[in-house]
């Protein structure tokens, strides 16, 4: 029992992204050969966002890392928040996000897309910063 509980948590953390909670690089490149096989079987289509953020480094430059991870953290919940139940999100770089969209309806990727960017723009980070002594 031990062992297959410790295994679950190795491959938790060998497919998740540490600081978002959301699936990483690793986990969205097999799930989109899953994907990608899934099509090849059985038809349908597959749609790919991806979602990079304009000016991070000159946030982590200006605030600092601690504010930048904050704000990783922050649109990772949003984008979480904004997404449909069967889409897969993950955070595939430092600032890159994408979400993998199985069987969408013609343009429906698009307008998804665009209402996933929109939730981001729609929300706020108020980030606390107290002086270091």
């Known amino acids: 029992?031990?062992?297959?509980?410790?295994?679950?948590?190795?491959?938790r953390m060998a497919f998740t992204d540490s600081l978002t909670g959301l699936a990483n690089r690793r986990a969205i490149v097999d799930r989109f050969a899953d994907e990608v096989a899934r099509m090849k079987r059985k038809g349908g289509g597959l749609a790919l966002a991806v979602f990079d953020l304009d000016h991070f480094k000159g946030t982590n430059d200006t605030h600092g890392h601690l504010v930048g991870d904050a704000l990783l953290a922050h649109v990772g919940r949003a984008l979480a928040a904004g997404k449909r139940g069967g889409d897969v999100l993950g955070r595939i770089g430092g600032e890159e996000f994408v979400v993998l969209m199985a069987d969408p309806l013609p343009g429906g990727a698009h307008l998804a897309a665009d209402r996933l960017r929109h939730a981001i723009e729609a929300?706020?980070?108020?980030?606390?910063?107290?002086?270091?002594r």
């Open 123 to 132: 929300t706020s980070l108020l980030h606390e910063v107290t002086p270091s």
């Open 1 to 11: 029992m031990e062992v297959s509980i410790t295994r679950a948590g190795m491959l």
